[in-house]
């Protein structure tokens, strides 16, 4: 129970920070990323505030054995920098740049009922659910009936479940 | 830079570093959002109540936007079609890049992660590219 009062407060504040920011305007987002044109650096410094504090916070934290409601932190341990990383980050970007709405803002924006946040997030429903089938397809060759079927292939994506 | 807003950008980053600490102390995760959501999309997922209350307390911040502080929510800048392209990019770019500007523009570049440091300047180019696209040579927006 507590822990669901944490997760919710956690969501909350997070909002609240991408509305102060102005994260939640796409055209403070385009402005950010238009470097060439009249180019507002507000979104910079959301990002020196966040990982001001979350950089500091982070070694206090694991300090610790365990987290408070896990028995341990589930932090990625990853280091091998491959081509679904780099290609997964870029075609982000050119989403990011075409509407001005990443995840959290696209989310927050819902409540306000416009029909952009709306068309945003359910699209954005679709490619993450088209990127697991895409996903699922390659990490199971056998039911394609190809010629590596009697191959098993292991999970190349770990983070998934993440 | 007329439309800089240094205190808001700087409050408002502070708070989404204290959310970010909050969970990783209380929950031990990182908060990434396309990896919450994403997760709530597979059947292997586990932890679904922690997922649907954090993105619960998102949905709730932006009512209370509504009510306290509309402005907040700004005006699309892209049409209806572009959003919709734009959805589907962020959705399939996150899931296979494992992470969106929450999970590696902060809580990777806090943690030094090299993976994340590298998504986040890709993901910027990318966003900077687009946007100079759009606007300076096709004229959009």
């Known amino acids: 129970m507590k822990s669901h009062v944490t997760a919710f407060a956690g969501g909350l504040l997070f909002g609240v920070g991408l509305l102060v920011s102005g994260m939640t305007e796409p055209a403070k987002v385009t402005g950010f990323l238009d470097v060439s044109g009249a180019w507002d650096p507000s979104l910079a410094l959301v990002m020196l505030g966040a990982i001001g504090v979350h950089a500091v916070a982070y070694r206090l934290i694991r300090r610790r054995p365990a987290p408070l409601f896990e028995s341990t932190f589930h932090v990625p341990t990853r280091k091998d920098v491959d081509g679904k990383l780099l290609a997964g980050a870029a075609i982000f970007g050119v989403g990011w740049g075409l509407a001005g709405y990443c995840p959290g803002p696209g989310l927050t924006s819902l409540a306000g009922g416009s029909a952009t946040s709306a068309v945003f997030v359910a699209t954005m429903v679709a490619g993450m659910l088209l990127q697991h089938l895409t996903q699922y397809v390659l990490n199971h060759p056998s039911r394609n009936g190809g010629p590596e079927s009697n191959r098993s292939i292991p999970v190349a994506n770990p983070g998934l479940a993440r | ?141």
Not at chain 2, 4 to 13: C, I, K, R, W
Not at chain 2, 60 to 87: D, I, K, N, R, Y
Not at chain 2, 132 to 140: A, K, Q
Request: positive net charge; glycine residues 18%.
């Open chain 2, 1 to 141: 830079m007329e439309n800089f807003t240094p205190v808001p950008a700087l409050v408002g980053g502070l708070l989404i570093g204290l959310s970010s600490s909050l969970i990783l102390v209380a929950h031990g995760k990182v908060t990434g959002i396309s990896g919450f959501v994403g997760g709530l999309l597979q059947k292997c997922t586990t932890d679904r109540a922690f997922r649907a209350f954090f993105l619960g307390g998102l949905l709730v911040a932006g009512a209370g936007a509504v009510v306290l502080a509309p402005h907040a929510l700004g005006q699309p800048v892209a049409s209806l079609p572009m959003t919709a392209a734009a959805g589907l990019l962020v959705g399939f770019g996150t899931r296979l890049g494992n992470g969106c500007t929450s999970g590696h523009g902060v809580c990777g570049i806090s943690r030094q992660s090299t993976r994340s440091v590298l998504a986040t300047i890709t993901f910027m180019v990318t966003g900077g590219i687009t946007v100079f696209v759009v606007r300076h040579l096709v004229g959009g927006f």
